[in-house]
């Protein structure tokens, strides 16, 4: 062994020339325990077909194509702090000529990075590693151990199920892995956005008698928010005014138990705005959504969105947005130095948009808006103007870090990033109250109903502070709230009344669908009038919700009602999957 050290260190180079990426996502934006074991799973899952026998210079050889990859890689990481996963590279399908121009110098570092580093590769493998060198005893069950301890350890603490989850998303955050999987996943999404085109000539739409002959403008709205929980809301019993301006809202209807569909926006979403169960991600993509439904029955259909178009979490959004006649993401493009526009912008920024459309005096209009609401880093989520509780912002982002990566934060600290969390819904009560307010200057038959896609866990958390993804009280339970016009109600008595005695029954987010089309007296084949509230034969059905895992629960058989632990919000799952889900939905 010492007397192949000098072969040891060039091998362990050129594996580490392959791995680069992975090495420099340790330190990416700063030094994280969480990157240094994946570093080192990557290079053990390298060298795992020389376990087996195989001569480590031809695997090096092999890895050629690889290490051709790796600048491109560093200049994503160093650009957007994030390997090129799915939503870098659906960005890069559909960037225009102009949008790519001001991507040139990096791509032009890149190509002369990717020549040199191929160069010196190919140089040292051949000069530095001997043809017939293979592993020994010793570094086999180094490679071996490697790869199994973090897997055991997974599957010991949290289960089989966990552990397999565990391995696939171990995979799947290191390269190659990750940019091989974000490519196929790319083509993929873009390929269901070119079939949906298909649903809107082949969908069957009908329509109840009594909108048929309605004479007012119609004017709907949807408004998607994240990560709100409704134990910070005022409107439903919070000891702090969060919702002023909501509460004076005339015509406003508060639903009091609403849960989720699941933990992440990635597979909440879908199951909002189609008839797809949660968690069918794939049987989603290939129904009809919400807006594929108005804009068939004759609607303008708007989808707005303070999100980026393909964020790391919230990727399959974008098959939804092209439903719509317009689509716009004020967070979504290149800027002029060829960076993303990663800083996402405020969801207030949305209003000013709304009511250039609104003046546009179309007759019949639907908009989506897509809000960036109050999902971490909370002090980024809201104008200074709107925050009505004290939250230095450097303090709330170096607390709300130290907590994403497990550690622990003073009292002091947790009461200001709660702070910072509730001016967040500040923001939203801003938000809302505006919308309303501009829909109802349109004197049109209309309705505003927001639901959040999902809830976070605050600092009365027993676990996973200020993060969701998990199965909690606090994440599952969503403000779900319907603002009725004057004119609609009028109109529409019926459905109006059906709603008021619906507002505390139980229900989950996936009855959105069936809701809004009932709201709109819309029909078609997914439809189901007995998931809405707004029919007197409402029949929500159980309360399902997907974990971040996959995982499906029946929410109130595993989660009975206490009244205790619901209104604190303390609720929580005995499984510690969650400790797995945090991570990967941490922002």
């Known amino acids: 062994m010492i007397k192949d050290s000098p072969t040891w260190l060039s091998v362990f180079l050129a594996v580490n020339l392959i791995n680069l990426p992975n090495l ?74 102009t949008e790519l121009s001001a991507l040139q110098v990096q791509v032009f570092f890149a190509g002369l990075g990717t020549l040199i580093l191929g160069l010196l590769y190919v140089w040292f493998v051949k000069t530095r590693v001997p043809a017939g060198f293979r592993l020994g005893p010793v570094a086999r069950v180094l490679v071996v151990l490697s790869l ?73 709205m949807l408004v998607i928010g994240e990560s709100a929980t409704k134990s910070c809301f005022g409107l439903y019993g919070y000891d702090r005014q969060t919702t002023p301006l909501l509460e004076r809202t005339p015509g406003l209807l508060t639903f009091q138990n609403v849960s989720c569909t699941a933990p992440c926006t990635l597979i909440a979403v879908p199951s909002l705005l189609t008839a797809a169960p949660p968690g069918k991600l794939v049987e989603a993509t290939r129904q009809a959504s919400l807006l594929t439904a108005y804009k ?21 959004t974008s098959i939804f947005s092209a439903d719509a006649d317009e689509d716009h993401f004020i967070s979504g493009k290149f800027d002029e130095n060829g960076r993303g526009a990663y800083q996402t912008a405020w969801d207030v920024s949305l209003l000013p948009l709304v009511k250039r459309i609104l003046d546009r005096n179309e007759s019949k ?15 980024a989520r809201y104008p200074p103007e709107l925050a009505r509780f004290p939250a230095d ?22 009461a200001l990033a709660q702070n910072s969390y509730d001016n967040t819904v500040c923001a939203t009560d801003f938000l809302l ?32 502070k200020f993060l969701h993804g998990m199965i909690t009280r606090q994440v599952v339970e969503v403000p779900t709230l319907m603002w009725l016009s004057p004119a609609y109600e009028k109109a529409h008595a019926d459905k109006v009344a059906a709603l008021k005695t619906h507002l505390k029954t139980p229900f989950s987010a996936s009855c959105t669908f069936h809701t809004l089309l009932d709201m709109g007296g819309l029909s078609c ?10 029919s007197p ?45 945090a991570e990967l939905q941490r922002p």
């Open 24 to 97: 420099a996502y340790c330190f990416t934006p700063c030094f994280t325990w969480l990157g240094l074991t994946l570093w080192i799973f990557s290079i053990a899952l390298t060298l795992l077909a020389c376990v087996f026998g195989m001569r480590v210079r031809l695997l090096l050889w092999l890895a050629v194509p690889l290490v051709l990859l790796v600048p491109a890689c560093l200049a994503s990481l160093f650009s957007i702090q994030s390997l090129p996963t799915t939503f870098l590279i659906l960005a890069l399908l559909e960037t225009n000529q």
């Open 148 to 220: 199994l301890i973090p897997i055991s350890y997974d599957m010991i603490a949290s289960g089989h199920e966990v552990g397999l989850a565990g391995i696939k998303q171990r995979c799947l955050s290191t390269f190659p892995c990750s940019t091989f999987y974000g490519a196929y996943e790319a083509f993929d999404i873009r390929g269901r956005v070119q079939n949906r085109r298909d649903l809107l000539d082949n969908l069957t739409i009908t329509q109840e008698q009594a909108f048929k002959e309605e004479t007012n403008r119609q004017v709907h």
């Open 296 to 316: 068939k029955a004759g609607f303008k259909v708007y989808w707005l969105s303070a999100q980026k178009k393909h964020g790391t979490y919230d990727t399959l």
């Open 365 to 379: 209009v639907l908009f989506v808006l897509h809000t960036i609401g109050s999902h971490g880093p909370y002090p």
């Open 393 to 414: 912002p450097q303090t709330v982002m170096d607390a709300l870090f130290r907590i994403s990566l497990g550690g622990i934060a003073t009292p002091e600290e947790l």
């Open 433 to 464: 109250a505006n919308l309303i307010n501009e829909v109802k200057k349109t004197q049109a038959s209309s309705w505003v109903y927001y639901v959040s896609d999902h809830g976070e866990n605050t600092s009365t958390a027993r676990f996973g």
């Open 525 to 534: 084949p997914d439809f189901k009038k007995e998931r809405s509230p707004a």
């Open 537 to 581: 034969g409402f029949a929500p059905g159980p309360r399902i919700v997907c974990d971040a895992n996959g995982f499906i629960i029946d929410y109130d058989k595993q989660f009975p009602v206490q009244p205790d632990a619901a209104q604190a919000g303390l609720q929580e799952t005995s499984d510690k999957a969650p400790k797995i889900a």
